[in-house]
């Protein structure tokens, strides 16, 4: 099979790879570059936990071709902190207790950061619409909401 030569930003920095044709770029983010943070949830664009944001935009890496990031820039949530500190958003989830298992967590803080790069003042409907992507079975959702929404209150989410 013929490999194809990629170069995109990752998390701020220039990477480059070459991938299988037909590899999506949850595989290529976690088994070329190393970057565990996309969970593999469902496979099928169904859970969210795979969310990244390409050029800002919030995507389901699993169903994300690979080859279609060449030149783009990908973030996912090991480019939400700043060396040891936390991002304002993970430290609302922190703070509010909106994790459990964690296994969601990384698809729910990239959809409430794209949410909040573009409304830094959204409404609870707003925080439900944005996150409603992504399944989570531990929290009953109300905190993850809650943290979202005390981030943004808090001024705190563009950091």
């Known amino acids: 099979m013929t490999k194809t030569p990629l ?6 920095r220039d990477v480059a790879v070459f991938v299988d044709g037909g590899v999506n770029l949850l595989v290529a983010l976690r088994e070329l570059i190393g970057d ?4 593999f949830g469902c496979g099928q664009g169904g859970c969210g936990a795979c969310s990244v944001l390409i050029d800002g935009e919030l995507h389901l890496s699993c ?9 783009r820039s ?3 949530l090991d480019g939400l902190k700043d ?3 936390l991002h304002p958003l993970q430290r609302a989830f ?7 298992c964690g ?27 944005a996150i409603s992507g ?8 109300e905190p993850i909401i809650n943290a979202v929404l005390a981030a943004a209150t808090s001024g705190r989410a563009r950091a």
């Open 83 to 85: 060396g040891p500190n």
């Open 63 to 71: 169903l994300t071709l690979a080859e279609t990031v060449n030149g």
């Open 103 to 129: 296994y969601c967590t990384p698809g729910m803080l990239m959809a409430a950061k794209a949410l909040l790069d573009r409304n830094p003042s959204p409404t609870r409907a707003e925080v439900i619409e």
């Open 74 to 76: 990908i973030e996912t």
């Open 36 to 39: 565990m943070t996309p969970k």
């Open 7 to 12: 170069q995109f930003r990752h998390n701020g």
């Open 94 to 100: 922190m703070e509010q207790f909106a994790a459990q």
């Open 134 to 141: 992504n399944i989570c079975r531990c929290t009953g959702y």
